[in-house]
């Protein structure tokens, strides 16, 4: 049992990944208290978004500097899709039954999976995607790991971490020290009052759909280095995780997203070392159960979107 | 789709001269079979306190509704400086009418400086690129809408309280807090809902002068209240409400001495006090079924 440590930072890494997509979970779900399946989608076309802008942009160049500039398209195709999805199979159904924008989503999950597999490909350059597309080894954040003492992290790892890092510092700062995210906490607590003092709730709705959007986007793109690979079901699973993640913290609670995509992260290594790899979406799903039997709002406690 | 009813839209015991602000017209509001507000006109001109009494029940917290745009009114129209409101909240702020309410609304989870900055925003122009970005315009907005926030707190009484959460305030507190907030929209036509609900005496007197305050300083307010001697002392007119239908309106002598109201609420010599709420609530209701018993049945 000597690779406790090294297990530690392969679970912080994966959590980190958990941890960005399940902040959209949760941001829409404090506004709307609406679950978007169709968020690991989004996350997956973050990850698309950043291998069409190497395509089309940067082909065979991988220096660090193209890395924000995939990170930017990345952002750019998974917002559009998070918005349109809004727009076009949510709103519409806001004041419907609770049961009807849940199957729209998972329709939408559907929908996307199958378009990004079948229509992917029939750009003209662009790789098939019916089979998994490798992902560009970016010089700096991919390569050779670094070691301290017997524990290996590898590169993507870092960069996993550190884009956790720096989405929570500046969502903590979006959300209370800003206009829009001083209306969000305010819709997320009373949306007619909100309206009342003339806040535009539906666009506070798209700008908590864009946010969850654009941090999915950041982790698909850190999942591609990671794996070297990306293909159209990556959004399934880690969209499950990653929800499991945001129930795990308190749904709606922006700080429990972190925490419970960590724990979840760390939750899953532990059960590689002391049980088997195999078993390790076992213990994940079977700590979901523990959790919502017996503190079903949550290690931090569901609530409305406050005090990131 | 709201039908606009035409009516008489003269205001004969109005005091003459002010410009009108807030006109309702014809107002009317069904759920399913009943009737919680109907055919109500309220005129509302500049500088004026209006009171809006009647029992609970009778519809006053559904007219604000109606008003304000919460709820769309099956019939009528509502005019604020002489154009049509939309049964849109946002919109109806924006045109210059907004409201606090009965049982307190606060963003409970927020400091009592944010719960101001809120109602402030509808008067700001940054969107959300700005304030990622922090654009010269976010950094000015938002500078300039905390100062106004501080300000409006300073005016209310609460300067010393802008840190903290509306939840931990005292009660008396957040009903002031929720007067800040209004006032942040810079409305022209002011509602309250039952501002002094809860409140001791010297909370009461507090209030009483703040509102009037506000109406020096420019603005016309209409109030709900229970508490007949605030109101009396309060407003420049008054309109009683009994099951969606205004029993009469006029000046507070008027009101307080019309036989209806009188029987109502003073008239009965039984000794209890004329003006506790409950027993009002009591003999508004029991007069209006005598009244609807002598005049064949209820609609």
Known sequence: MNDIPQQLVNGLTNGSLYALIAVGYTVVYGIVQLINFA???????????ALSTWFLLFRDNTSVWVLPVMIAGAIAASVATAVIMERIAYRPLRHAPRLAPLITAIGISVFLQEFVRLFYGTIPGFPSAKSKIPFPAIDGVTGSPFHLGSVVIQRPALFTMGALLVCGLFLGWFINKTKQGRAMQAVSQDPDTARLMGIDVDRIIVIAFALGAALAAIAGVAQGLQNNNIDFKMGFMAGLKAFTAAVLGGIGNIQGAVVGGL????????????VTGAWKDVFAFGLLILVLVFRPQGLLGARVVDRA | MSTAVAHDTGAPDAPSGRDVLLEARGVVMRFGGL????DVDL????????????PNGA?????????????????????????????????????????????????????????????????????????????PRFRREEAQTRERAQELLDYVGLGRSTELLARNMPYGDQRRLEIARALATDPKVLLLDEPTAGMNPQETADAERLIFKIRDSGLAVVVIEHDMRFIFNLCDRVLCLVRGKTLIEGTPGEVQSDPRVIEAYIGTGDGTEPDDPDDIDAKIEAQVEAREAREGGRG
């Open chain 1, 39 to 49: 968020h690991g989608e989004v996350f997956m076309i973050g990850a698309f978004g």
């Open chain 1, 263 to 274: 724990t979840l992260g760390v939750a899953e290594a532990l059960a590689t070392v002391f």
């Open chain 2, 35 to 38: 009737t919680a507000v109907d």
């Open chain 2, 43 to 54: 005129t509302v001109r500049e500088g004026e306190i209006v009171g809006l009494i009647g």
């Open chain 2, 59 to 135: 519809g006053k917290t559904t007219f604000f509704n109606c008003l304000t745009g919460l709820y769309k009114p099956t019939e009528g129209e509502v005019r604020l400086s002489g154009t049509v409101l939309p049964p849109k909240p946002g919109r109806v702020v924006r045109a210059g009418m907004s409201r606090t309410f009965q049982n307190i609304r606060l963003f409970a989870n927020m400091t009592a400086l944010e719960n101001v900055m809120v109602g402030r925003y509808c008067r700001t122009k940054a969107g959300a690129f700005d304030s990622i970005l922090r654009t």
